[in-house]
């Protein structure tokens, strides 16, 4: 068994097993995220475990990697949390080893870049780092993380700030890390970029978290609590609004960011107008 | 009738806010902020039996208002908990 340390998000994910972490690094993107320096580490991913996959009472089930595979998300007697994706291997999850997530043998290297970012969500969440379905902009030094369903257009947004804001870049397309830590409220790139693969180990503080809505003209206003909260929520991983101490802890988190970083709702054209619209609310 | 069992207040950013789940098979949730009458009466009426007149006791026992506007108050804090399901007879 052979070990190799991540630097994610501010931790350090350490992966262990045989067959399956070689394939984690045939993964493209993720060797960027290898420690270049000693690391403390946070936790462990335990890949080509033994562990078995027992009967659980599920709670939540969908479809990933663009529907080709079905996942199905409970507990067990215990308490303990398990992902079974379909054929194509499981995840177990004990809140009494809370640094520690098992995975079993995976072939699929789409199937396991998955697995990996359902390894991190599981133990980052309750160290205060949560990956955000998001696109995220950064300018002069500063971070906005666009918000919003499938479609709606966050990738276009931020391309269009780096198009027509000076000194805009993409820091990550897809599912960038959102963490609560001792220097603050910071978001990081990560190994899940989506379709663009933007791959950045950088972080930066948040200036402003933005939700989208295609609308016929450009407008923002900042959101008060419950709006932010329901704002933010459904672009954290959607297992954890499903199970009641995931949710608690979540919910703490959550409150945290939007009682430190403002929160917009934004109708919009996909035109420059509206990357100037919010860059001009958010950064000034 | 009674409060839900299952209702769960948190407190989120100085609010504090209620979660409702979607229904299974959908990422909806609904959140309703409770402001401080209807945090009072959640957390006297919260694991009992009540009935109007007990809700109304509350109000007129902590706030300085009139009975009709107590009650006013209650049955509105009433209709919208049965909407939302956290209110059951």
Same mark, same amino acid.
């Given at each position: 068994?052979?070990?190799?340390?991540?630097?994610?998000?501010?931790?350090?994910?350490?992966?262990?097993?045989?067959?399956?972490?070689?394939?984690?690094?045939?993964?493209?993107?993720?060797?960027?995220?290898?420690?270049?320096?000693?690391?403390?580490? !946070?936790?462990?991913?335990?890949?080509?475990?033994?562990?078995?996959?027992?009967?659980?009472?599920?709670? $939540?089930?969908?479809?990933?990697?663009?529907?080709?595979?079905?996942?199905?998300?409970?507990?067990?007697?215990?308490?303990?949390?398990? $992902?079974?994706?379909?054929?194509?291997?499981?995840?177990?999850?004990?809140?009494?080893?809370?640094?520690?997530?098992?995975?079993?043998?995976?072939?699929?290297?789409?199937?396991?870049?998955?697995?990996?970012?359902?390894?991190?969500?599981?133990?980052?969440?309750?160290?205060?780092?949560?990956?955000?379905?998001?696109?995220?902009?950064?300018?002069?030094?500063?971070?906005?993380?666009?918000?919003?369903?499938?479609?709606?257009?966050?990738?276009?947004?931020?391309?269009?700030?780096?198009?027509?804001?000076?000194?805009?870049?993409?820091?990550?397309?897809?599912?960038?890390?959102?963490?609560?830590?001792?220097?603050?409220?910071?978001? $990081?790139?990560?190994?899940? #970029?989506?379709?663009?693969?933007?791959?950045?180990?950088?972080?930066?503080?948040?200036?402003?978290?933005?939700?989208?809505?295609?609308?016929?003209?450009?407008?923002?206003?900042?959101?008060?609590?419950?709006?932010?909260?329901?704002?933010?929520?459904?672009?954290?991983?959607? #297992?954890?609004?499903?199970?009641?101490?995931?949710?608690?802890?979540?919910?703490?988190?959550?409150?945290?960011?939007?009682?430190?970083?403002?929160?917009?709702?934004?109708?919009?054209?996909?035109?420059?107008?509206?990357?100037?619209? #919010?860059? !001009?609310?958010?950064?000034? | 009738?009674? @409060?839900?069992?299952?209702?769960?207040?948190?407190?989120?950013?100085?609010?504090? @806010?209620?979660?409702?789940?979607?229904?299974?098979?959908?990422?909806?949730?609904?959140?309703?902020?409770?402001?401080?009458?209807?945090?009072?009466?959640?957390?006297?009426?919260?694991?009992?039996?009540?009935?109007?007149?007990?809700?109304?006791?509350?109000?007129?026992?902590?706030?300085?208002?009139?009975?009709?506007?107590?009650?006013?108050?209650?049955?509105?804090?009433?209709?919208?908990?049965?909407?939302?399901?956290? @209110? @059951?007879?």
């Amino acid at each position: 068994m052979t070990e190799r340390l991540l630097s994610i998000g501010g931790l350090g994910m350490a992966l262990s097993g045989g067959d399956t972490l070689r394939r984690a690094f045939m993964i493209e993107g993720m060797e960027v995220f290898l420690c270049q320096k000693p690391t403390p580490r !946070d936790f462990e991913v335990r890949l080509d475990s033994a562990v078995g996959l027992p009967q659980f009472r599920q709670l $939540y089930d969908f479809d990933f990697v663009d529907g080709l595979y079905r996942c199905r998300f409970g507990v067990d007697g215990e308490g303990v949390y398990y $992902y079974d994706f379909g054929n194509a291997g499981w995840l177990r999850y004990d809140l009494r080893e809370p640094d520690v997530v098992e995975i079993s043998p995976v072939a699929d290297l789409s199937v396991l870049r998955f697995v990996l970012w359902t390894a991190y969500a599981m133990a980052g969440l309750r160290r205060g780092a949560v990956p955000i379905h998001s696109s995220v902009v950064v300018c002069d030094g500063r971070a906005v993380m666009c918000l919003g369903e499938s479609g709606t257009g966050k990738s276009t947004h931020t391309r269009l700030w780096c198009e027509h804001v000076e000194g805009s870049s993409l820091l990550n397309d897809d599912s960038p890390i959102l963490r609560f830590g001792e220097d603050g409220i910071r978001v $990081y790139g990560s190994p899940w #970029s989506g379709k663009t693969p933007c791959f950045c180990t950088e972080s930066y503080p948040v200036a402003g978290l933005l939700r989208l809505e295609q609308r016929p003209a450009n407008s923002i206003r900042r959101l008060g609590v419950v709006e932010a909260f329901t704002a933010l929520q459904p672009s954290c991983p959607p #297992s954890m609004a499903r199970e009641e101490r995931l949710l608690d802890v979540l919910v703490a988190f959550i409150s945290k960011i939007i009682e430190h970083v403002p929160v917009y709702r934004m109708g919009c054209l996909p035109d420059a107008g509206a990357a100037r619209l #919010s860059h !001009d609310t958010i950064i000034g | 009738m009674k @409060i839900h069992e299952k209702m769960k207040v948190r407190e989120v950013a100085g609010e504090n @806010i209620v979660l409702m789940q979607g229904p299974r098979g959908t990422d909806m949730s609904r959140v309703v902020a409770l402001n401080s009458t209807a945090l009072l009466l959640y957390q006297r009426l919260l694991g009992r039996d009540f009935e109007m007149d007990d809700a109304v006791r509350v109000l007129l026992d902590e706030y300085e208002v009139d009975e009709p506007a107590a009650r006013k108050d209650v049955e509105n804090w009433v209709a919208e908990m049965k909407k939302n399901g956290l @209110i @059951i007879e």
